[in-house]
């Protein structure tokens, strides 16, 4: 058996921090987790040789069926990005819509 070391008051020197306390409670039960479960959005594809090639990746990712990704902007690819982002794709510049996709990608 080890002993147990007694509990060192001194001042904690400059830069050094006080270990935290564990958890009163198991966090895992305490309900869903916040964040992605997963790799999500652009974390989980390849960037394209172009932004509009990104978008169009981002949309395969999240089903929203661009159709091939090619690079181009196309009609596919402009219903698809209306699929996801709904009126709010509208007047969106390609890094503003990849930016949004984003977003929304990972607040599912």
Same mark, same amino acid.
């Given at each position: 058996?080890?002993?147990?070391? $007694?509990?060192?008051?001194? $001042?904690? #020197?400059?830069?050094?921090t006080?270990?935290?306390?564990? $958890?009163?409670?198991?966090?895992?039960?305490?309900?869903?987790?916040?964040?992605?479960?997963?790799?999500?959005?652009?974390?989980?594809?390849?960037?394209?040789?172009?932004?509009?090639?990104?978008?169009?990746?981002?949309?395969?990712?999240?089903?929203?069926?661009?159709?091939?990704?090619?690079?181009?902007?196309? $009609?596919?690819?402009?219903?698809?990005?209306?699929?996801?982002?709904?009126?709010?794709?509208?007047?969106?510049?390609?890094?503003? #819509?990849?930016?949004?996709l984003?977003?929304?990608?990972?607040?599912?």
């Amino acid at each position: 058996m080890i002993p147990e070391a $007694p509990e060192d008051d001194r $001042p904690l #020197a400059f830069g050094e921090t006080e270990a935290l306390p564990p $958890p009163l409670h198991d966090t895992n039960q305490l309900g869903p987790n916040l964040l992605p479960s997963g790799q999500c959005g652009l974390s989980a594809i390849d960037a394209g040789s172009s932004p509009v090639m990104t978008l169009q990746r981002l949309l395969q990712e999240g089903d929203f069926a661009p159709g091939a990704a090619d690079g181009m902007m196309g $009609p596919r690819t402009r219903q698809a990005l209306q699929r996801a982002l709904g009126d709010s794709a509208t007047g969106l510049t390609v890094t503003e #819509a990849i930016a949004a996709l984003d977003r929304a990608l990972c607040a599912e």
